[in-house]
């Protein structure tokens, strides 16, 4: 890898970590359904933008409905959890969950898709499951209801994520592939479609918001031009460039950005138990996505 590669990946972990921060701000102000609606008709907007200034044609070759139900399940869902999420649970520790993402896709693989766990990976899954337990015993959020509520909805996100990549080699790359920039903008379209009714019931049922408070809409235009639009460019421009394995390893430079602005700019602290607990997580995905040593065969003179 180039120096440019590291330099991407720690700018990409670096929006994605700065993402909970952001929809931390902004759920608890205008709702967790607001939220995730506003994410994605921004994300969409910049994607648009982003087409339109490039001139690429919008010919997605018949996989239109593809990504758009790609899209409900890889943006549409895990946004909703994890504005859900941000009500209670401080950024860093969604950070932390959301790294969980890499042993969702081991088991849904290995559930759903006939993929192979070798010794090492459950080894990893069954690490990650302890480091979450430690996560959610201790640390500054008081064992809850609503903090449970917060944990699950972060996991729930993550077995989304982790089931979109099987779905995504399925419906786009074995059929041929598509231009990543459209992948992402049918995506980000499908999920816009699939949480407008719930914007709308949420506008027209739900206590009205204050909606004119300038720092939530300055989040939330940075969540979703940022954090989606942008972000979703320069991951797939990595899967092109350096391959989908080793971008993966954004999933570990994710957590420390997540914690790091969480403590800058909300004064969010960590015990010495959510450290613990968040190492193990991290430890745990290693153990999942680092590839197995190749073992040399000897050749035997006969």
Same mark, same amino acid.
């Given at each position: 890898?180039?120096?440019?590669?590291?330099?991407?990946?720690?700018?990409?972990?670096?929006?994605?970590?700065?993402?909970?921060?952001?929809?931390?701000?902004?759920?608890?102000?205008?709702?967790?359904?607001?939220?995730?609606?506003?994410?994605?008709?921004?994300?969409?907007?910049?994607?648009?933008?982003?087409?339109?200034?490039?001139?690429?044609?919008?010919?997605? $070759?018949?996989?239109?409905?593809?990504?758009?139900?790609?899209?409900?399940?890889?943006?549409?869902?895990?946004?909703?959890?994890?504005?859900?999420?941000?009500?209670?649970?401080?950024?860093?520790?969604?950070?932390?969950?959301?790294?969980?993402?890499?042993?969702? %896709?081991?088991?849904?693989?290995?559930? =759903?898709?006939?993929? $192979?766990?070798?010794?090492?990976?459950?080894?990893?899954?069954?690490?990650?499951?302890?480091?979450?337990?430690?996560?959610?015993?201790?640390?500054?959020?008081?064992?809850?209801?609503?903090?449970?509520? %917060?944990?699950?909805?972060?996991?729930?996100?993550?077995?989304?994520?982790? =089931?979109?990549?099987?779905?995504?080699?399925?419906?786009?790359?074995?059929?041929?592939?598509?231009?990543?920039?459209?992948?992402?903008?049918?995506?980000?379209?499908?999920? =816009? +479609?699939?949480?407008?009714?719930?914007?709308?019931?949420?506008?027209?049922?739900?206590? &009205?918001?204050?909606?004119?408070?300038?720092? &939530?809409?300055?989040?939330?235009?940075? &969540?979703?031009?940022?954090?989606?639009?942008?972000?979703?460019?320069?991951?797939?421009?990595?899967?092109?460039?350096?391959?989908?394995?080793?971008?993966?390893?954004?999933?570990?430079?994710?957590?420390?950005?997540?914690?790091?602005?969480?403590?800058?700019?909300?004064?969010?602290?960590?015990?010495?138990?959510?450290?613990?607990?968040?190492?193990?997580? =991290?430890?745990?995905?290693?153990?999942? &996505?680092?590839?197995?040593?190749?073992?040399?065969?000897?050749? +035997?003179?006969?």
């Amino acid at each position: 890898m180039r120096a440019s590669d590291y330099a991407r990946l720690l700018f990409l972990a670096a929006i994605w970590g700065a993402s909970f921060l952001f929809m931390r701000i902004a759920a608890p102000a205008f709702g967790s359904i607001n939220t995730a609606f506003l994410r994605v008709l921004f994300g969409l907007t910049g994607l648009a933008i982003i087409l339109l200034l490039m001139r690429a044609p919008l010919i997605f $070759q018949g996989k239109l409905k593809s990504a758009m139900v790609l899209g409900i399940i890889n943006s549409g869902i895990p946004f909703l959890m994890y504005a859900i999420a941000a009500l209670w649970l401080p950024a860093g520790y969604s950070a932390i969950l959301n790294a969980t993402t890499p042993l969702m %896709g081991a088991l849904i693989g290995f559930s =759903c898709f006939n993929e $192979q766990l070798s010794g090492r990976k459950w080894l990893g899954v069954m690490l990650g499951f302890l480091g979450i337990t430690l996560i959610t015993t201790t640390g500054d959020v008081a064992v809850s209801e609503t903090m449970i509520i %917060g944990v699950i909805a972060c996991l729930i996100a993550t077995a989304c994520y982790g =089931c979109a990549g099987f779905l995504t080699r399925r419906w786009i790359t074995e059929r041929g592939g598509l231009d990543a920039r459209l992948v992402a903008f049918g995506s980000q379209l499908g999920a =816009c +479609l699939f949480l407008l009714p719930f914007f709308g019931y949420s506008v027209t049922a739900s206590p &009205v918001a204050d909606w004119a408070m300038p720092e &939530v809409w300055a989040s939330l235009l940075a &969540v979703g031009f940022i954090c989606t639009a942008l972000a979703y460019l320069i991951y797939f421009r990595l899967i092109a460039d350096i391959g989908p394995l080793r971008s993966l390893t954004v999933t570990f430079l994710i957590p420390p950005f997540g914690i790091l602005w969480g403590y800058l700019i909300l004064g969010e602290t960590l015990t010495e138990g959510f450290v613990v607990g968040g190492t193990i997580v =991290c430890l745990s995905v290693w153990l999942v &996505v680092s590839p197995a040593r190749a073992v040399p065969r000897q050749v +035997l003179d006969k």
